[in-house]
Protein backbone atom coordinates (compact mmCIF):
# COMPACT_ATOMS: atom_id res chain seq x y z
CA UNK A 1 0.00 0.00 0.00
CA UNK A 2 1.38 3.31 -0.75
CA UNK A 3 0.05 6.86 1.00
CA UNK A 4 0.42 10.54 -0.62
CA UNK A 5 3.15 13.31 1.09
CA UNK A 6 3.10 16.19 0.64
CA UNK A 7 6.77 18.19 1.16
CA UNK A 8 7.63 21.82 1.45
CA UNK A 9 11.37 22.15 -0.13
CA UNK A 10 13.76 25.13 -0.10
CA UNK A 11 16.62 25.24 -2.33
CA UNK A 12 19.51 27.67 -3.49
CA UNK A 13 18.87 27.10 -7.26
CA UNK A 14 22.53 28.79 -8.39
CA UNK A 15 24.05 25.51 -9.71
CA UNK A 16 20.77 23.46 -10.51
CA UNK A 17 19.57 23.48 -14.36
CA UNK A 18 16.12 24.27 -12.95
CA UNK A 19 13.99 22.21 -10.49
CA UNK A 20 11.77 19.39 -13.72
CA UNK A 21 14.35 16.57 -13.92
CA UNK A 22 16.15 16.70 -17.15
CA UNK A 23 18.28 14.55 -18.84
CA UNK A 24 22.24 14.71 -18.24
CA UNK A 25 21.25 17.85 -16.44
CA UNK A 26 21.42 18.38 -12.61
CA UNK A 27 18.09 19.36 -11.41
CA UNK A 28 16.71 19.75 -7.84
CA UNK A 29 13.79 17.61 -8.25
CA UNK A 30 16.27 15.25 -9.68
CA UNK A 31 18.24 15.42 -6.89
CA UNK A 32 15.42 15.07 -4.28
CA UNK A 33 13.89 11.95 -6.06
CA UNK A 34 17.32 10.26 -6.48
CA UNK A 35 17.70 11.02 -2.47
CA UNK A 36 14.07 9.79 -1.81
CA UNK A 37 14.43 6.19 -3.93
CA UNK A 38 17.82 5.50 -2.37
CA UNK A 39 16.14 5.99 1.26
CA UNK A 40 12.71 4.42 0.35
CA UNK A 41 14.36 1.99 -2.09
CA UNK A 42 10.90 2.32 -3.99
CA UNK A 43 10.67 3.68 -7.21
CA UNK A 44 8.86 7.34 -6.86
CA UNK A 45 7.08 9.51 -9.47
CA UNK A 46 6.75 12.81 -7.56
CA UNK A 47 4.97 16.09 -8.70
CA UNK A 48 6.08 19.38 -7.92
CA UNK A 49 3.98 22.65 -7.66
CA UNK A 50 5.95 24.53 -10.35
CA UNK A 51 9.08 24.29 -12.65
CA UNK A 52 11.34 26.96 -11.84
CA UNK A 53 14.34 27.90 -14.16
CA UNK A 54 17.74 27.91 -13.98
CA UNK A 55 19.27 29.90 -11.68
CA UNK A 56 15.94 30.46 -9.55
CA UNK A 57 15.79 29.59 -5.90
CA UNK A 58 13.28 27.65 -3.64
CA UNK A 59 11.48 28.91 0.16
CA UNK A 60 7.96 26.99 -0.29
CA UNK A 61 8.38 24.83 -3.17
CA UNK A 62 5.84 21.79 -2.60
CA UNK A 63 6.14 18.35 -3.53
CA UNK A 64 3.24 15.67 -3.74
CA UNK A 65 4.83 11.83 -3.91
CA UNK A 66 3.17 8.47 -3.08
CA UNK A 67 5.39 6.95 -0.25
CA UNK A 68 5.21 3.02 1.16
CA UNK A 69 2.10 3.53 3.89
CA UNK A 70 4.40 2.31 6.48
CA UNK A 71 7.39 4.83 6.10
CA UNK A 72 8.21 6.83 8.93
CA UNK A 73 8.02 10.70 7.57
CA UNK A 74 10.20 11.93 10.41
CA UNK A 75 13.18 9.81 9.95
CA UNK A 76 12.81 10.31 5.79
CA UNK A 77 13.04 14.03 6.12
CA UNK A 78 16.05 13.86 8.79
CA UNK A 79 17.62 11.60 6.04
CA UNK A 80 16.61 13.45 3.04
CA UNK A 81 18.54 17.00 4.61
CA UNK A 82 21.88 14.86 5.64
CA UNK A 83 21.85 13.78 1.93
CA UNK A 84 20.48 16.66 0.03
CA UNK A 85 22.64 19.80 2.77
CA UNK A 86 23.15 22.08 1.92
CA UNK A 87 21.51 23.11 -1.34
CA UNK A 88 18.21 21.46 -0.65
CA UNK A 89 16.37 21.04 2.21
CA UNK A 90 13.04 19.71 3.29
CA UNK A 91 11.43 21.85 5.45
CA UNK A 92 8.60 19.89 6.11
CA UNK A 93 6.83 16.85 5.37
CA UNK A 94 3.97 14.98 6.38
CA UNK A 95 0.71 13.02 5.08
CA UNK A 96 -2.23 14.62 3.05
CA UNK A 97 -5.65 14.08 4.65
CA UNK A 98 -6.81 14.17 0.78
CA UNK A 99 -5.61 10.71 -0.97
CA UNK A 100 -6.23 12.81 -4.34
CA UNK A 101 -4.24 16.20 -3.41
CA UNK A 102 -1.41 16.85 -5.95
CA UNK A 103 1.09 20.14 -5.44
CA UNK A 104 0.57 20.72 -8.91
CA UNK A 105 -3.07 20.69 -9.73
CA UNK A 106 -4.28 21.83 -6.17
CA UNK A 107 -2.61 24.33 -5.83
CA UNK A 108 -4.93 27.73 -5.67
CA UNK A 109 -2.10 30.33 -5.77
CA UNK A 110 1.86 31.40 -6.02
CA UNK A 111 3.66 33.61 -4.12
CA UNK A 112 7.31 35.14 -5.88
CA UNK A 113 9.78 37.28 -4.23
CA UNK A 114 12.47 38.96 -6.07
CA UNK A 115 15.33 40.92 -4.81
CA UNK A 116 17.46 44.08 -6.33
CA UNK A 117 20.16 45.22 -4.17
CA UNK A 118 20.50 48.97 -4.78
CA UNK A 119 23.53 50.11 -3.82
CA UNK A 120 26.75 51.76 -5.63
CA UNK A 121 28.88 48.46 -4.50
CA UNK A 122 27.83 44.81 -4.48
CA UNK A 123 27.45 42.95 -1.44
CA UNK A 124 28.75 39.47 -1.76
CA UNK A 125 26.81 37.62 0.98
CA UNK A 126 23.26 38.07 -1.29
CA UNK A 127 25.26 38.09 -4.58
CA UNK A 128 23.76 34.83 -5.00
CA UNK A 129 20.34 35.55 -4.01
CA UNK A 130 19.83 39.29 -5.66
CA UNK A 131 19.92 41.46 -8.50
CA UNK A 132 23.00 44.27 -7.85
CA UNK A 133 21.88 47.58 -9.37
CA UNK A 134 23.98 50.44 -9.01
CA UNK A 135 21.62 53.00 -10.23
CA UNK A 136 19.52 54.62 -7.94
CA UNK A 137 15.81 53.57 -8.14
CA UNK A 138 12.77 55.49 -7.69
CA UNK A 139 10.81 52.83 -5.48
CA UNK A 140 8.04 55.11 -5.43
CA UNK A 141 7.34 54.60 -8.93
CA UNK A 142 8.14 51.29 -9.57
CA UNK A 143 5.28 50.42 -6.74
CA UNK A 144 3.01 52.72 -8.28
CA UNK A 145 3.69 50.86 -11.72
CA UNK A 146 2.42 47.70 -10.51
CA UNK A 147 -1.30 48.79 -9.86
CA UNK A 148 -2.16 47.87 -14.03
CA UNK A 149 -1.30 44.31 -13.32
CA UNK A 150 -3.15 43.82 -10.91
CA UNK A 151 -6.65 41.70 -12.01
CA UNK A 152 -7.05 39.08 -15.07
CA UNK A 153 -4.95 39.93 -17.71
CA UNK A 154 -3.27 38.30 -21.29
CA UNK A 155 0.19 38.77 -20.29
CA UNK A 156 1.81 38.10 -23.64
CA UNK A 157 3.50 41.00 -23.31
CA UNK A 158 5.39 39.67 -20.36
CA UNK A 159 6.03 35.66 -21.45
CA UNK A 160 7.79 33.98 -23.12
CA UNK A 161 5.60 32.28 -25.76
CA UNK A 162 5.08 28.85 -25.42
CA UNK A 163 4.85 26.51 -28.37
CA UNK A 164 2.33 24.51 -28.86
CA UNK A 165 2.35 20.66 -30.10
CA UNK A 166 1.37 20.60 -33.35
CA UNK A 167 -2.11 20.47 -34.54
CA UNK A 168 -2.88 22.06 -30.48
CA UNK A 169 -4.06 25.61 -30.39
CA UNK A 170 -2.16 28.12 -28.49
CA UNK A 171 -2.33 27.89 -24.50
CA UNK A 172 -3.24 30.77 -23.15
CA UNK A 173 -1.29 33.43 -21.51
CA UNK A 174 -4.29 35.27 -19.30
CA UNK A 175 -3.54 35.21 -15.35
CA UNK A 176 -5.11 36.82 -12.39
CA UNK A 177 -2.73 38.73 -10.20
CA UNK A 178 -4.04 38.82 -7.25
CA UNK A 179 -1.11 41.34 -5.21
CA UNK A 180 1.44 42.78 -6.59
CA UNK A 181 4.40 45.67 -4.86
CA UNK A 182 8.10 46.74 -4.11
CA UNK A 183 9.25 47.64 -0.69
CA UNK A 184 12.41 48.15 0.86
CA UNK A 185 13.51 45.26 3.27
CA UNK A 186 14.67 46.47 6.57
CA UNK A 187 18.03 46.24 7.44
CA UNK A 188 17.69 44.14 10.61
CA UNK A 189 15.69 41.78 8.75
CA UNK A 190 18.26 40.48 6.53
CA UNK A 191 21.51 40.51 8.14
CA UNK A 192 21.85 44.14 7.96
CA UNK A 193 21.82 44.72 4.13
CA UNK A 194 21.49 47.97 3.15
CA UNK A 195 19.67 49.17 -0.23
CA UNK A 196 17.86 45.97 -0.38
CA UNK A 197 14.21 46.11 -2.19
CA UNK A 198 11.80 43.39 -2.39
CA UNK A 199 9.04 42.78 -4.75
CA UNK A 200 6.18 40.06 -3.89
CA UNK A 201 3.49 39.24 -6.56
CA UNK A 202 0.74 36.68 -5.86
CA UNK A 203 -1.05 34.94 -8.58
CA UNK A 204 -3.05 31.88 -9.39
CA UNK A 205 -0.70 30.89 -12.10
CA UNK A 206 2.45 32.17 -13.74
CA UNK A 207 3.51 31.93 -17.43
CA UNK A 208 7.53 31.37 -18.09
CA UNK A 209 9.85 34.12 -17.29
CA UNK A 210 6.53 36.39 -16.04
CA UNK A 211 8.12 37.47 -12.98
CA UNK A 212 11.28 38.36 -14.07
CA UNK A 213 9.98 39.85 -17.26
CA UNK A 214 7.60 42.31 -15.05
CA UNK A 215 10.31 42.67 -12.83
CA UNK A 216 13.14 44.15 -15.23
CA UNK A 217 10.37 46.35 -16.54
CA UNK A 218 9.27 47.98 -13.52
CA UNK A 219 13.71 48.22 -12.61
CA UNK A 220 13.82 50.52 -16.02
CA UNK A 221 10.13 52.09 -14.55
CA UNK A 222 12.73 52.79 -11.65
CA UNK A 223 15.75 53.94 -13.44
CA UNK A 224 13.56 56.74 -15.25
CA UNK A 225 13.49 54.77 -18.87
CA UNK A 226 9.87 54.52 -18.42
CA UNK A 227 6.80 55.97 -16.76
CA UNK A 228 4.93 54.04 -14.12
CA UNK A 229 1.83 55.01 -16.39
CA UNK A 230 3.50 53.24 -19.52
CA UNK A 231 2.73 49.54 -18.01
CA UNK A 232 -0.89 49.50 -18.84
CA UNK A 233 -0.08 50.18 -22.58
CA UNK A 234 2.92 47.71 -22.72
CA UNK A 235 -0.17 44.76 -21.29
CA UNK A 236 -2.54 45.99 -23.67
CA UNK A 237 0.07 45.24 -26.46
CA UNK A 238 0.45 41.92 -25.93
CA UNK A 239 3.96 42.28 -27.52
CA UNK A 240 6.77 41.25 -25.32
CA UNK A 241 8.75 43.60 -27.34
CA UNK A 242 6.77 46.18 -25.93
CA UNK A 243 8.21 45.23 -22.31
CA UNK A 244 11.46 45.80 -20.78
CA UNK A 245 14.69 43.38 -20.62
CA UNK A 246 14.06 40.16 -18.65
CA UNK A 247 15.42 40.46 -14.76
CA UNK A 248 18.38 37.59 -14.17
CA UNK A 249 17.39 34.45 -12.71
CA UNK A 250 19.06 34.71 -9.30
CA UNK A 251 16.86 36.60 -7.82
CA UNK A 252 14.06 35.29 -7.94
CA UNK A 253 12.57 32.96 -5.13
CA UNK A 254 8.98 30.95 -5.31
CA UNK A 255 8.46 31.62 -1.87
CA UNK A 256 4.93 30.04 -1.21
CA UNK A 257 2.23 27.67 -3.13
CA UNK A 258 -1.28 28.36 -1.94
CA UNK A 259 -3.95 25.44 -1.29
CA UNK A 260 -7.71 24.95 0.04
CA UNK A 261 -8.16 24.17 3.50
CA UNK A 262 -7.61 20.52 4.20
CA UNK A 263 -10.72 18.47 4.82
CA UNK A 264 -11.27 17.94 8.63
Given at each position: ????????????????H???????A??????????????T??????????????G???W???????L??G???????????????P????????????????????????????????????????????????????????????????????????????????????????R??????W????E?????????????????????????S????????????????????????????????????H??????????????
Open positions: MVRRARLTVAYDGTDFGFAEQAERTVMGELRAAMEKVRTALDPVCAGRTDAVHGGQVVSVDPATDLGGLQRRLNKLCAEISVREMRWCVDPEFSARFSATSRLYRYHVLNSPEPNPFVARTAWHVAEPLRLWAMDLACDPLIGEHDFTSFCRKPKPAQGDDEPSLTRVISAGHEVPSAHGAVPGLLRFEIRANAFCHQMVRIVGTLVDVGLGRLHAGDVRGILLRRDRQAAGRVAPPGLVLWEVGYPPEPN
